[in-house]
């Protein structure tokens, strides 16, 4: 992006939802350009439960919500299938539950009809005897269990597919960089782009757009504040733990103390569980998980799983729902339906906001938008969004032959043809051996050992991607994410990335000590006892001995 190049569409916030109106403005053939804070996904998006699902709850007070979630976790399913991977549910019922099995039932058969939408199973009952042959982690306590079927994705990877093909279908990208300013018309209050700072280096721009979209999710109402617009919500904070593997085969359902549905699920290589719902009104840029609401989460967890404290929590996520504003109802009653602003209502025409909704409806926010902003702009295309594949998901990977054909663990290879899909060869063409023997490069090596993440996958990000940090990475390819929790990883990625972004020494380590400092911050509220000695030793052992630790940032 250039200080003189207008856009028609300056999209603001690089979250699922401001990635997927990227793309569909791209593929109508509108000049965007979509400018990102941080890093793709590392907002609200990366802090969610990463579920294409109906949301059985919404069912009752929400029936369109269910319906949009649905029919879009179907085209997902269909652009990306390569992100996507089914999620099991059992759902336990206890014998002093409330509502009893019959009941559930009757809520189970309704959604049933929304299932094939989004290549979902129908319900069944299971006896307690067939349900902990199933899921032998589940509690003897049971009365009986429903299985239900749902969908997962990789909801950072799927915000950075979608910024990356509207990249290469014309869109100006740019991470790592703040609106600090609309341009204001003067006389008409029209705005005219924005003022943007980069925050690495601290560089200055000035997008010039015709339209300015505010897709910064939890963040809208300050950023409409800097046209003196308003939006209201009903800001929601959420926070899951993530645990070392898989506590369980399938996702399970638990009840909170106070009779909230929450579950914990296979996710990627991983279990979460969770999620709180509370009102927040604090510091967006400082949401921090308090030891209330681990014990909160573990406690339901407990009664569903009693083993779940045998198992580690690795680290947590949170984050801040963008719930549309509701005034006297609880927060998990509040409507995820979305909303499209036109902020000619503020005086601020040209400038919208959207709203609300949820990961799982993301394509079809990001096309009413788009239809919006395209009607305004006089052009007709149409959206193509849901049937045109998203990067690497027009095809079936052979992981065994790409495997063989590179000489890489085939692990590795498998995580990274869910992250790239049919792209993966291309991820890995460097390393392509020559017709000689002695011309072939050295197999790729795995950095990131739990996860696992291929050096050839960092590099890629690096000089393909645009990846500018080694924190993007915990994004863009899940580096320092499981087991270690960068302390294994770290270094040698920051070394990579040096090679490929030409960064000094200091500024290698300088990576290095913000990456532990962030994975630290993720990691404590969680830790205790026999987890934190664990978790300290390893990052003594791999960090402070070579030399990285030091900073105050990388201590408690
Ligand atoms: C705990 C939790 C669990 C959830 N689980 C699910 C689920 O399982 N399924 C589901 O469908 N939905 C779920 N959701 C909801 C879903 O995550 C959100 O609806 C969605 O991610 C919102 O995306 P967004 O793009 O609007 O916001 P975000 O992802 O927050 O993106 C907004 C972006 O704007 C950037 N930004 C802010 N200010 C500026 C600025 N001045 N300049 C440039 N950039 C800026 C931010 O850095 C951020 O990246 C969950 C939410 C939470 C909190």
Known sequence: MSRSLPVQVLVIGGGINGAGIARDLALRGVRCALVERREFG??????????????????????????????DSGAIQRIAPHLVFRIPFVMPVFPEDPIGPELIEVGLEMYDRYQPLKNGRPHTRLSRE??????PALSP?????????EWGVDAARLTAANALDAAERGAA???????????????????????????????????????TMNATGPWAPRLAALAGAEVRLRPAKGIHLVFERRVSNLAIYARGIDGRDMFTFPHEQNSMAGTTDDDFYGDLDQIEVTEDEVAYVMQAMQRSIPS?????????????RPTLYGFGQNEDELSRDFAVIDHARDGAPGFFTIAGGKLAAYRLMAERASDRLCGMLGVREPCRTAVTPLPGGDGRL?????????????????????????????????FEPGPGASAAPPAPRIVCSCEPVLEAELAHAARREGVRTLGDCAFRVRLGVGACQ????AGQAAGLLADALDWS??????????????????AAPALGGRHLAAFEIHRHVFLAARGFTGGSEVER
């Open 42 to 71: 590392s907002g609200t998006s990366w802090a969610s439960s990463g579920m294409i699902h109906g949301g059985l709850r919404y069912l009752q007070q929400d029936p369109q919500v269910t319906l949009h979630s649905c029919v």
């Open 130 to 135: 067939q349900a902990r042959r199933l899921e």
């Open 141 to 149: 306590g049971i009365e009986c269990a429903f299985t239900l079927d």
């Open 173 to 211: 990208l740019r991470t790592h960089t703040e609106v600090v300013e609309l341009l204001r018309e003067s006389g008409s209050g029209r705005v005219l782009g924005a003022e943007l700072r980069d925050r690495i280096t601290g560089e200055t721009l000035r997008v010039e757009a015709e339209l």
């Open 308 to 320: 779940i404290r045998r198992h580690r929590v690795i680290h947590t996520t949170q984050g801040v």
């Open 398 to 430: 052979d992981v065994l032959a790409l495997a063989r054909r590179f000489r890489a663990p085939v692990p590795a290879v498998v995580r990274l043809g869910f992250r790239h899909g049919t792209e993966a060869a291309r991820v890995l063409a460097p």
């Open 486 to 489: 960068g302390a294994g990883c």
């Open 505 to 522: 020494a200091e500024r290698s380590a300088a990576e290095v000590a913000a990456f532990a400092a962030e994975r630290w911050r993720s």
